[in-house]
């Protein structure tokens, strides 16, 4: 069964789509899986080409009213606790404020509001350098982004082929989007930083792995820039009992790689030698 690795970080701007664009490279032919919907940008790393699938992703509803219908009673706009429905003549519905509560299709005594599938996002499987790559975007002003990442996991392990691991780009944060991401993987690799809030982060999201049985493994990025600060980052995952995967020294060639669409490890040089070093020590953890 293919192997599944989740990167993540307590807050965003770690390193996190650095660390998967590269592993990505050095395995060669994967299933990538960016999963911070809210600012998907894995794809423009990995070369993501010929789009296999596209797809709408709905799950919630939106109230929309017939205005062959409605009396303009206003009894809608009473029981709307968003302030979504207002008058003008006619009951009128202003979809980024609807919640899809449906209080008022219940109430509407002339049954003249119905309520219609929401499209909050949408998601794509496309081929890339480095295998496939599954992406999704959330759409304006819609939450959910924890189930439109199931889609897209769930979706990416039923892919058949001869795939030689499973990478996710997980969202930052802990909420219900990273859960999400971390279901069902094989290793946690936990980016962070030398800064005192990159390790109250790490705390956070470590904690959140390991409340769910989850093997975690800890690298620090732009780790010469503050000795001390990785020192002490270096301790607590011995206290913790992490697995310590090592630092990334802060090399300006990686943003140049990223603007032009490319991994650091493919450019040589520091970085790229210590992300070699990085994912080899992922793979014997998995």
Not at 44 to 61: F, K, M, N, Q, Y
Not at 89 to 95: M, Q, R, W
Not at 214 to 243: E, F, I, S, Y
Not at 249 to 257: G, H, I, M, R
Request: charged share 20%.
């Amino acid at each position: 069964m293919m192997k599944e690795i989740v990167v993540v970080s307590g807050k965003g701007g770690t390193g996190k789509t650095l660390v998967c664009a590269s592993f990505a490279a050095l395995a060669g032919n994967a299933i990538l899986v960016d999963a911070d919907v809210e600012a998907p940008n894995l794809r423009l790393v990995v070369g993501a080409g010929r789009i296999l699938e596209e797809h709408t992703h709905s799950d919630s509803e939106v109230a929309r009213v017939d205005t062959s219908l409605c009396k303009g009673c206003g009894k809608c706009a009473e029981v709307c606790r968003f302030g979504a429905v207002t008058l003008d003549g006619v009951a009128v519905v202003d979809d980024l404020s609807c919640e899809g509560c449906a209080a008022c299709f219940y109430t509407c005594p002339e049954k003249a509001i119905v309520m219609e599938p929401r499209i909050n996002g949408r998601w794509w499987v496309a081929e890339c350098r480095y295998g496939l790559i599954f992406h999704g975007r959330l759409e304006v002003g819609e939450g959910l982004s924890g189930k439109l990442v199931a889609v897209l996991k769930e979706r990416a392990r039923k892919q058949s082929g001869n795939y030689r691991l499973r990478i996710v780009d997980g969202p930052p944060g802990i909420g219900c989007p990273v859960l999400a991401a971390l279901t069902g993987a094989d290793f946690v690799v936990v980016v962070t930083e030398p800064t005192l809030s990159g390790l109250h982060d790490a705390e956070r999201v470590v904690g959140v792995a390991q409340h769910f049985g989850l093997k975690v493994g800890v690298c620090v990025n732009k780790a010469d820039l503050n000795p001390d600060m990785t020192a002490k980052l270096h301790n607590w995952v011995a206290q913790k009992r992490l697995v310590w995967l090592g630092e990334l020294p802060f090399d300006e060639t990686a943003y140049s790689a990223m603007a032009n669409g490319t991994s650091p490890v493919e450019l040589g040089g520091r970085l790229a030698a210590a992300l070699q070093s990085l994912y080899r020590t992922v793979t014997q953890h998995i």
